[in-house]
């Protein structure tokens, strides 16, 4: 079993930044890929940013530039530093988890807030 956790999220005024934490435990064999997704109310999810382990990072264009998505891979844990926040970055984010076998794993998710 793999679990997943995020944490992080928050209420803060647009401009204004967060950082959000994903934590991989449990049997893990090895973690390719660290992804974080969100979906806002009455929207689909999204994909955000994804990191591999070798660092190599893809970022959808509407964070580009604002989000930067990192790795500890000793940790099992990614990270996503979120700057210049905006009304619509408002959503419940998740993180999702994908080993070399293909197991994808999801967290529960931590909302963000951008309001004044």
């Known amino acids: 079993q793999v679990q997943v956790v995020e944490s992080g999220g928050g209420l803060v005024q647009p401009g204004g930044s967060l950082r959000l934490s994903c934590a991989a435990s449990?049997?893990?064999?090895?973690?390719?890929?660290m992804a974080w997704y969100r979906q806002a109310p009455g929207k689909e999810r999204e994909l955000v940013a994804q990191i591999d382990r070798g660092g190599n990072t893809n970022y959808a264009d509407f964070v580009k530039g604002r989000f930067t998505c990192s790795t500890d891979n000793a940790k099992n844990s990614a990270y996503l530093q979120m700057n210049s926040l905006k009304p619509e970055d408002t959503a419940m984010y998740y993180c999702?988890?994908?080993?070399?076998?293909?197991?994808?794993?999801w967290g529960e998710g931590t909302l963000v807030t951008v309001s004044s």
């Open positions: 449990g049997t893990i064999f090895a973690i390719n890929i």
């Open positions: 999702k988890v994908i080993t070399y076998g293909g197991v994808a794993r």
